[in-house]
């Protein structure tokens, strides 16, 4: 006989992660539906399905009538999107979130920690454990109902080894964020870069279905990108790929806090554009914002920023000053230029563009304008914002621990 190496119990776990991702691309089917969209018999899905139900799973939602045969009922077989919860941790430079959502997503706990800098990283994350079990307790969840914890940093993440390499404007040094929080919570943690881990949430709830070679880019406090190829996240020589954010853009620039010079980020990222503000903020310069903010510069927040931003129809982008437009408008050119560079490079089914900056209509229509000046094949058909930007605290890591720990094989 042959050995093939595939076990029979492979081969159903197989099957059942192809029910459950045909389940969640098109909501709820009979199990008919589902044995013609993947190719096994009907017999043949029911049994998996039985498996699956016991397990909780998936379950059976109502009778939908088929058109052709009135009076035939089918049943419908759904996800139990309540079968187990995530809980996602977003660590960024200034604060940490920490949500438990359902295997959609849907928010159960939602709060937010400071970051704290000034103590040891192996110190902050055992606060932030004893946060994490303080409202699992609060919601009278049990460690057995967490499929497992979901967390995103900034910078360069090495996910095998669950090892945060460099989470610029956090920590300087390497942080095994994984093992210190499994040695306090007893669950399975993945670590992943916050941009990667959303590109990961778009592919299995979002646009990323319309697509399989998809750019993603933020532009928030920093700047960072993500590339999908074939459907599957490409890493680069040790984790450094996309990292558009420190593509240099001028010799000898600032210091960037990559420890290179001239980055994008230092001339675009929303900390950038406040420090350049300040600096010319002035009641000659800045006229406007000067009485807007009383004379105080420390008024002048990333939170304030966009709010600023406005369609004015004067060839302002915003309700402040000549002085200031100038430098947003600057900064949104330099994006787009970069953006259709990197598109030029990888040309991509789509584009997907996230962020604080671009959830602003009128930032990120002046960053389309941009880009099809300088190729007409650049449009927002071709370059969408996500639908996802409501749930960019926590949806990445929650898609981290979904696909991983429910949608694949290995783990059903
Ligand atoms: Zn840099």
């Known amino acids: 006989m042959v050995k093939t190496g595939i076990s029979l119990d492979s081969v159903k776990n197989n099957n059942k992660s192809q029910i459950l991702k045909i389940l969640q691309k098109n909501g709820a089917m009979s199990r008919k539906d589902i044995a013609n969209q993947i190719g096994l018999t009907p017999a043949a899905v029911t049994m998996l399905c039985n498996d699956m139900m016991e397990a909780h799973m998936i379950l059976e939602k109502g009778e939908m009538k088929e058109q052709k045969r009135a009076g035939r009922k089918k049943v419908l077989v759904d996800i139990n999107y309540d079968f187990k919860y995530i809980v996602s941790v977003n660590i960024e430079a200034v604060d940490t979130s920490i949500t438990v959502t359902n295997i959609r997503g849907n928010v159960l706990v939602e709060t937010k920690v400071h970051t704290r800098t000034d103590i040891e990283p192996q110190l902050f994350l055992e606060e932030l454990a004893k946060e994490i079990k303080l409202q699992l307790w609060e919601k ?23 090892i945060s390499i460099h989470a610029y404007g956090i920590w300087n040094n390497q942080v095994k964020i994984r093992e210190i929080l499994e040695k306090q919570i007893q669950c399975p943690v993945i670590l992943e870069n916050n941009v990667k881990a959303f590109a990961e949430a778009e592919m299995l709830y979002g646009v990323g279905k319309y697509g399989n070679n998809i750019v993603f880019i933020k532009w928030g406090p920093g700047v960072g990108s993500a590339i999908v190829v074939d459907n599957k996240l490409y890493e680069g020589n040790q984790h450094n790929a996309a990292e558009i954010g420190h593509y240099i853009i001028e010799p000898d620039g600032l210091k960037c806090r990559c420890g290179r010079q001239g980055c994008l980020e230092t001339r675009v990222s929303m900390f950038a554009l406040c420090d350049r503000i300040k600096e010319i903020y002035s009641k000659e310069n800045t006229p406007v914002l000067y009485e807007e903010t009383a004379g105080d510069k420390n008024l002048i927040t990333r939170e304030l920023l966009t709010s600023w931003v406005e369609n004015e129809g004067n060839g302002y982008i915003t309700r402040m ?38 959830e602003n209509t009128s930032i990120y229509k002046l960053f389309i304008q941009y880009c099809t000046k300088y190729d007409e094949n650049y449009t927002d058909k071709l370059i969408s914002r996500s639908h996802l930007s409501d749930k960019m ?18 783990n059903l």
């Open 140 to 162: 009278e969840l049990k460690l057995s109902d967490i499929l497992g914890i979901g967390i995103c940093v900034p910078g360069i993440v090495d996910r095998n080894n669950g």
């Open 321 to 358: 000053d000549k002085t200031i437009s100038e430098i947003l408008v600057g900064a949104i050119e330099r994006m787009a230029r970069v953006a259709v560079n990197v598109l030029t490079i990888l040309a991509p089914d789509c584009t997907i563009v996230f962020g604080s900056m671009f």
């Open 393 to 410: 605290a926590y949806i990445g890591g929650t898609a981290l621990i979904a696909s991983t720990y429910f949608f694949e094989s290995k």
